[in-house]
């Protein structure tokens, strides 16, 4: 359960974010379907951030996040065309604890501050910030900026069999995917709405809309008590 949860929300939009809108951390592990909860909301008309997305951003070819990595890490993280060579950095920073903290005190801050540009354009009911790594990630702060945490849960043995199904991953590296994020149970633990995705999509939309008419109720008075 969220710190904030059993506070009024207006106290807890206060305690977080200037703004007007209700924020929704959507998180959940690798397989739980965080995507296609975030694919329905964003049908509903809901303005979706993505932090996978915007972490690519910020280090796209020529970025300044990108200049820290090259003069922190060395010039090999980009490759011949001037692109971060992913490949590379995630073999170094698993292998170099101290290198992926390095990584991750210069991408978090940009991370956090491209979702704020983007929270402040945002101009649907309510926003949802989806993020993997939304409560492990506490240096990114990403979710200092919701009012409310949506986990999208599973057993690990359905995430294992949808990860690989749809990635074509390995066993070995989706288990080591899940080992860097929270277990479920610590995970679930952190959330002010939970919804179980363990059957088929049509039972995900079914749990999901009433939480959209939540949320749209919550922001309209989150609306009211700011102004």
């Given at each position: 359960?969220?710190?904030?949860?059993?506070?009024?929300?207006?106290?807890?939009?206060?305690?977080?974010?200037?703004?007007?809108?209700?924020?929704?951390?959507?998180?959940?592990?690798?397989?739980?379907?965080?995507?296609?909860?975030?694919?329905?909301?964003?049908?509903?008309?809901?303005?979706?951030?993505?932090?996978?997305?915007?972490?690519?951003?910020?280090?796209?070819?020529?970025?300044?996040?990108?200049?820290?990595?090259?003069?922190?890490?060395?010039?090999?993280?980009?490759?011949?065309?001037?692109?971060?060579?992913?490949?590379?950095?995630?073999?170094?920073?698993?292998?170099?604890?101290?290198?992926?903290?390095?990584?991750?005190?210069?991408?978090?801050?940009?991370?956090r501050e491209a979702?704020?540009?983007?929270?402040?354009?945002?101009?649907?009911?309510?926003?949802?910030?989806?993020?993997?790594?939304?409560?492990?990630?506490?240096?990114?702060?990403?979710?200092?900026?919701?009012?409310?945490?949506?986990?999208?849960?599973?057993?690990?043995?359905?995430?294992?069999?949808?990860?690989?199904?749809?990635?074509?991953?390995?066993?070995?590296?989706?288990?080591?995917?899940?080992?860097?994020?929270?277990?479920?149970?610590?995970r679930n633990r952190?959330?002010?709405?939970?919804?179980?995705?363990?059957?088929?999509?049509?039972?995900?939309?079914?749990?999901?809309?009433?939480?959209?008419?939540?949320?749209?109720?919550?922001?309209?008075?989150?609306?009211?008590?700011?102004?």
């Amino acid at each position: 359960m969220s710190i904030y949860s059993e506070m009024p929300i207006h106290e807890r939009q206060q305690a977080k974010i200037q703004n007007k809108t209700l924020v929704v951390g959507l998180t959940g592990g690798i397989g739980s379907g965080k995507s296609a909860a975030s694919d329905w909301f964003a049908a509903q008309g809901i303005d979706i951030i993505d932090a996978d997305v915007i972490a690519h951003e910020v280090v796209k070819k020529g970025s300044p996040t990108l200049r820290k990595i090259q003069k922190k890490l060395g010039e090999w993280v980009v490759d011949a065309e001037g692109h971060m060579d992913r490949a590379a950095v995630r073999t170094h920073v698993f292998a170099n604890p101290a290198a992926l903290i390095d990584l991750e005190a210069i991408t978090h801050p940009a991370i956090r501050e491209a979702a704020k540009q983007q929270l402040a354009a945002s101009t649907s009911p309510y926003i949802i910030l989806s993020a993997p790594l939304l409560i492990e990630a506490a240096e990114a702060g990403l979710a200092n900026l919701c009012q409310r945490i949506l986990v999208i849960d599973v057993d690990e043995e359905t995430q294992l069999a949808r990860a690989s199904l749809r990635d074509e991953q390995s066993m070995v590296k989706i288990k080591a995917i899940m080992a860097n994020q929270l277990h479920r149970t610590e995970r679930n633990r952190h959330a002010d709405d939970l919804v179980v995705n363990e059957k088929d999509l049509a039972s995900l939309h079914q749990q999901l809309e009433p939480l959209h008419q939540k949320y749209l109720k919550l922001a309209q008075q989150l609306k009211y008590a700011a102004d």
